[in-house]
């Protein structure tokens, strides 16, 4: 038993082909040697290599910024240290006591209580 | 393609030495980079990683100013300014710059320093601080460096120096609660180990980098009271000063939790020239490093212990001769007269000898002081009031004096008869002041603490410490409440007069004679004076010791140690805002 195509087929493309008339099929005459390969790939690690040197050094950079945000950090918390000291010393007891007003206050002549 | 060579060809040969020099170099690299592989990983890392300690902050000490925490010891970066002479060529502006920022730190005859070209490293000032340093960065000196050093700072001087001790040069605290607490004020340095550049900085490159935090110690804080303890100091400076006396300490603690508000001593120094003191006693707390033989203070807790057992009562009675025989040794009073049939309360208003040998008697068989009234007399002196025992201060060298067993050779009678009005035992001032802040309050024993808490790292946020473990029922509330009246109306009978009218306070004197070359001298006694105050007769709420002594000075407790007692007490009554009652 056998059969015969009664229809020609066509693929959907085939039968689309007009709705997408502005494609084309493209077939390079141009054939690669194994040289030319070789050099492609060559480049290819090349531009990899590149690639990798440039995110390389960029996080590099970011170690210096870094660096340099650290320093500031400790500077400032250098800073904050001493304020921290000078503010302590200021509010000592003997540099109260000596304080003008300090100086001016008087004991009180008389005392009252508010009864709890 | 194919490559056809001949045998012997020209071609061939050199084919041939390629293939042996590539196998030699297949070889060498073979063994430098899997056989010596190890070798030469370590030989990189040392070049290119570097471990970088990160210093851990030490921690600050606070003390109290009422409720709130203030700093009284910092940490503050300060620099060494040091010089290269061989590379210097305008040492005259060099030494005009570093005279005129670094003052006082700047080390003399500069000029002689820089002079000295065959040197590379030559310190040219110290102790400089940060603005100080800018000023010289800023003016470009040529071969001069700066190197950062942590340095504690005291904005308070010489405030409670004996309590917090210093940090010596190896940075290890010393005496007081630096060293005490050196451990946690310590922290734990960090390790930076990384690859880095030229200049030291750290890359984020390689597979061996480590970033361990550094954790900075902790910030504690003290229950001594910076106000109390200012005052307290120059009270006793001014006592000192009045007695003639040249050596001084003072306690002041919280009956009812057992917290150290105070504790001056004099003489005193600057933790901050610590290396310049020339005698190392005054590094010492002598309230809680130097026993001694406290005198009659000690009358108030026999007498607690015969109103505990029920041997005697205020108004009980014995028969004073003003003096007593113990075995083959005669005990006499030091004040003399008082006899006949006289009450116990008189006997500690008098503070008669006789009177608390007769206690003691009477913890026996009313007559000796037996066997069984030493093991009664030891349990509460040693066992429950901790007197000869270490308190577990959170402080450095505390010292465990010496109360004698019974079960001793020298724990007989006599001994214990001296040990009921405060000789023949050696006891730190911090240990009295724990067992009479027992008595007072009610029964409860407090261990005694210098350390409220701690901070977070910038001291904003106070996290109070655990309460230590208290021990109630060590004598009844009903003993208690007794011996307060009686320690009052000791007070009450001679020094009403100096005390704030409303308030209620109780005192007792103790004058103790001292020891020299194991036997007692005539030329020399401590004066002390032990009280507390309040403004009800329920709630004590302070206690105050104060002791004071010099070298063949015979100082007395009522004289020389009760003013100071009074002073500190009087300021007390203000600085807690208590209300004067009946």
Known sequence: MSYQRTTQFSSRRDSNWNRNQNTTRFASNIKLGPVTHTVLVALMITVLGLIYLTQATRATGYDYEAQKIDSQIADLTTKKTDLEVENARLTALDNVQNSSVARQMTSPSETSYISE | MQLDLKKGSRSYQLAILI??????????????????????????????????????????????????????????????????????????????????????????????????????????ATKVTRKQAELMKNANLKGIGFQEESQRVYPEGQLAAQTLGFVNSEGKGQYGIEEALNDRLTGQDGLLQSVTDVSNVPLTIGNNNINKPAKNGDNVVMTVDR????????????????????????????????????????????????????????????????????????????????????????????????????????????????????????????????????????LGDGSNITLQARNTMYDYFHNKFGLGEKTGIELANEAKGTVISPTDEDGGAVRYSNMAFGQGLDVTMVQVCTA???????????????????????????????????????????????????????????????????????????????????????????????????????TPKYVIMVQVSGKHMNLAGNTDAMPIFTDISNWMIDYMKLQPKG
């Open chain 2, 436 to 538: 009479f802040s027992t008595i007072i309050n009610g029964g409860t024993q407090y261990k005694p603490t210098v350390l409220a808490g701690t901070t977070n790292d910038d001291g904003s946020v106070f996290t109070p410490a655990p309460a230590k473990p208290a021990q109630s029922g060590v004598i009844s509330p009903d003993a208690s409440n007794t011996i307060r009246i009686m320690v009052h109306d000791a007070r009450s009978a001679f020094y009403a007069s100096s005390d704030r009218k409303g308030y209620y306070i109780g005192g007792k004197t103790g004058t103790s004679q001292t020891l020299e070359n194991g036997k007692y001298v005539d030329d020399q006694t401590v004066g002390t004076y032990l009280g507390y105050g309040g403004d009800s007769q329920a």
């Open chain 2, 19 to 124: 293939v042996i020099i590539m196998a030699v170099f297949v070889v060498r690299l073979f063994y430098l980079q899997v056989i010596k592989h190890g070798y030469y990983v370590g030989l990189a890392n040392n070049e290119q990683l570097k471990q970088l300690v990160i210093p851990a902050k030490r921690g600050e000490i606070y003390a109290m100013d009422g409720t709130s925490p203030v700093p009284v010891v910092l940490n503050e970066t300060v620099y060494t300014v040091f010089a290269d002479p061989k590379v210097i060529t305008t040492s005259k502006e060099i030494i005009d710059t570093i005279q005129r920022v670094a003052g006082g730190n700047a080390r003399p005859n500069l000029e002689g320093l820089l002079a000295k070209k065959e040197s590379r490293y030559q310190i040219l």
């Open chain 2, 227 to 362: 106000n109390i303890q200012a005052y307290s100091e120059k009270a006793l400076a001014a006592g000192l000063a009045r007695t003639k006396a040249t050596n001084g300490s003072v306690m002041v603690m919280d009956p009812q939790s057992g917290k150290v508000l105070a504790m001056a001593n004099l003489p005193t120094y600057s933790p901050a020239e610590f290396n310049k003191v020339q005698d190392a006693a005054a590094f010492n707390n002598s309230t809680i490093t130097a026993p001694y033989e406290p005198g009659s203070d000690v009358k108030t807790l026999t007498m607690a212990v015969g109103l505990d057992k029920g041997v005697v009562g205020p108004n009980s009675t014995y028969n004073n001769t003003d003096s007593i025989k113990v075995e083959d040794r005669t005990i006499s009073n030091a004040t003399k007269g008082q006899t006949g049939n006289i009450t116990f309360q008189h006997a500690l208003n008098y503070s008669l000898n006789t009177g608390f040998v007769t206690v003691a008697e009477r």
